[in-house]
């Protein structure tokens, strides 16, 4: 029951399955039964669980993401990310998932993804089983 951490290159924005890495994490634990909860320690970046079976879904997110948080000329953030903070707190920082025989208890269509709103860049990620 351990933390692991994992890295990932992103490139400018975009939704990156991490499904297998938390299934290894799940497995590498040996817990059979319970929570698994997976963390962004970035501002700019976020965890969500959606579909994985059409990519267009992921595109779609990330235009409605565009959409609802636009640029604004109003901005004072001097590092000029303001739209991917929105965006990354909309998402969220952190997934919990239920385990259930050793693995992650998604549906059918569902994987865990890593949400790039700033990139490209050189991310990581952690994953507690308990």
């Given amino acids: 029951m351990g933390l692991h951490e994992y890295r990932l290159e992103t490139g400018r924005e975009g939704f990156y399955a991490i499904t297998g890495k ?8 040996g817990v059979l039964e319970g929570l698994c909860v997976i963390f962004s320690p970035h501002t ?11 990519p267009d879904v992921r595109y779609d997110l990330l ?3 565009r959409n609802a948080f636009p640029e604004q000329p109003g901005f004072r953030h ?14 969220g ?7 259930r025989d050793g693995k992650p208890l998604l549906g059918v269509w ?20 308990m």
């Avoid at 700019?44 to 059409?54: P, R």
């Avoid at 001097?78 to 998402?91: D, F, I, P, Q």
């Avoid at 994987?111 to 089983?129: A, H, L, M, N, S």
């Fill in 44 to 54: 700019t970046a976020g965890i969500a669980i959606n579909e994985n079976a059409d």
């Fill in 110 to 129: 569902q994987d865990i993804y890593f949400c790039e709103f700033d990139g490209p860049r050189q991310r990581r990620f952690f994953v507690k089983v």
């Fill in 63 to 65: 235009l409605g993401l």
């Fill in 22 to 29: 938390i299934s290894e994490a799940i497995a590498e634990s």
């Fill in 93 to 99: 920082g952190s997934q919990t998932v239920i385990v």
């Fill in 78 to 91: 001097g590092e000029g990310n303001s739209t991917a903070h929105l965006r990354a707190g909309a998402v």
